[in-house]
């Protein structure tokens, strides 16, 4: 039996997910099977196109261009401006390609970049990011980002809220359950025993409760419970070290407080090829690190390499 496809989102029509999918497809057939759920209006013009009635047609169509689960979004696509009108089918792609995946037509998930307030402005949609909404549509309480490059894996523990909100969100609870979700996934990866860097919150991860106190309260503790249990877990570390090369080959996943802690590093290590994965759904999410770049959507400019790193990352992930 041929390997099942994998299911690609629509994303924000009016970003770079249109020219991307193009593009992915063209480097990777022959390599690995995908469909595109969305409207085919949006793909680049000349872009050869073969329109599925379901997934398992996918893998003879890959040969004759993108294949797509065709559907309807209404207006037509402006690129560089969101459509209030696409909203809710760009919501709608998300669910269907979850709903695929747990039927076992789809091997995994790959999400195209969706625009946060777009879609909070046009379908009222209620959460920060697909990481929350994939957690809610799977049934779980937490869900774990993880972005993961050649050089560097990096999780952060809060995700998409203000920075004057984390140190309240940044729970003993959070912190435990994102350690052992994304310990769990990485041994299950094929890590036999994962290496866990935590960062501290604060500057010089608190220089001993002269800079905050969090390491000290919550972190340190924490972690000192989870080295009992025979988990390879070091910290609280002072982030601004924690990313050059020595220090990186000292773990497997840097566990880091809040967004841009984490993000910061891996898009300069390896914005192009940087990966988003969620752990801890029970199935396989992955997706470019990059946003809908609104700024050169449309211009034939945008690198499709983020997304195909992500699509090889979901075939190495799904079972079998
Ligand atoms: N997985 C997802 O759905 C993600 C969605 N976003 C959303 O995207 C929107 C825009 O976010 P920004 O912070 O502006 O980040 P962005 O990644 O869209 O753009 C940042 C810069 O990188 C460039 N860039 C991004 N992707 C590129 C590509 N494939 N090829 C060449 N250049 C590329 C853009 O042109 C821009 O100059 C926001 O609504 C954000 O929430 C951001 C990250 C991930
Ligand atoms: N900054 C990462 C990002 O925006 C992706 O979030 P998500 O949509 O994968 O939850």
Redesign the pocket.
Same mark, same amino acid.
């Given at each position: 039996m041929p390997p099942r496809p994998i299911a690609l989102t629509s994303?924000?029509p009016a970003?770079?997910g249109p020219e991307?999918a193009a593009k992915a497809w063209e480097a990777l057939r022959g390599e690995l099977d995908f469909f595109l759920i969305g409207d085919p209006r949006h793909l680049p013009q000349g872009t050869p196109i073969a329109e599925i009635s379901s997934p398992g047609e996918a893998p003879a169509a890959m040969v004759r261009g993108l294949p797509v689960l065709a559907r309807d979004f209404g207006p037509a696509r402006t690129p560089g401006d969101a459509v209030a009108a696409h909203a809710p089918h760009v919501v709608a792609a998300i669910r269907e390609a979850v709903a695929l995946v747990r039927a076992g037509a789809a091997s995994a998930v790959c999400?195209?970049? =969706?625009?946060?307030?777009?879609l909070q402005d046009g379908a009222g949609f209620a959460f920060p990011?697909?990481t929350e909404f994939l957690a809610d549509l799977a049934g779980v309480k937490r869900a774990v980002m993880m972005l993961a490059c050649d050089a560097l894996r990096v999780v952060p523990v809060t995700i998409h809220i203000p920075l004057s909100q984390v140190p309240q969100a940044l729970t003993p609870e959070l912190l435990e359950d994102t350690i052992r979700i994304t310990e769990a996934a990485l041994r299950a990866a094929g890590i036999a025993r994962p290496r866990l860097a935590v960062a501290g919150l604060n500057p010089h991860a608190g220089e001993g409760g002269a800079m905050g106190r969090e390491e000290i309260e919550m972190i340190a503790p924490l972690i000192a419970r989870l080295r009992g249990e025979g988990l390879e877990v070091a910290g609280p570390l002072p982030a601004d070290t924690m990313f050059h090369p020595e220090a990186r080959a000292r773990y497997d996943v840097a566990i880091c407080q809040y967004h841009d802690q984490a993000l910061i590093p891996i898009k300069t290590l390896d914005?192009a090829h940087g990966v988003?994965v969620t752990l801890g759904l029970g199935f396989v999410r992955t997706?470019? /690190?990059?946003?809908?770049?609104? /700024? =050169?959507a449309g211009t034939g400019?945008? /690198?499709?390499a983020?997304?195909i790193a992500a699509l090889r990352m979901a075939r190495d992930m799904a079972p079998a």
């Open positions: 994303g924000e970003g770079v991307i999400t195209n970049p =969706i625009h946060k307030k777009a990011g697909h914005f988003n997706s470019p /690190d990059h946003g809908t770049a609104f /700024d =050169i400019r945008a /690198d499709p983020s997304l």
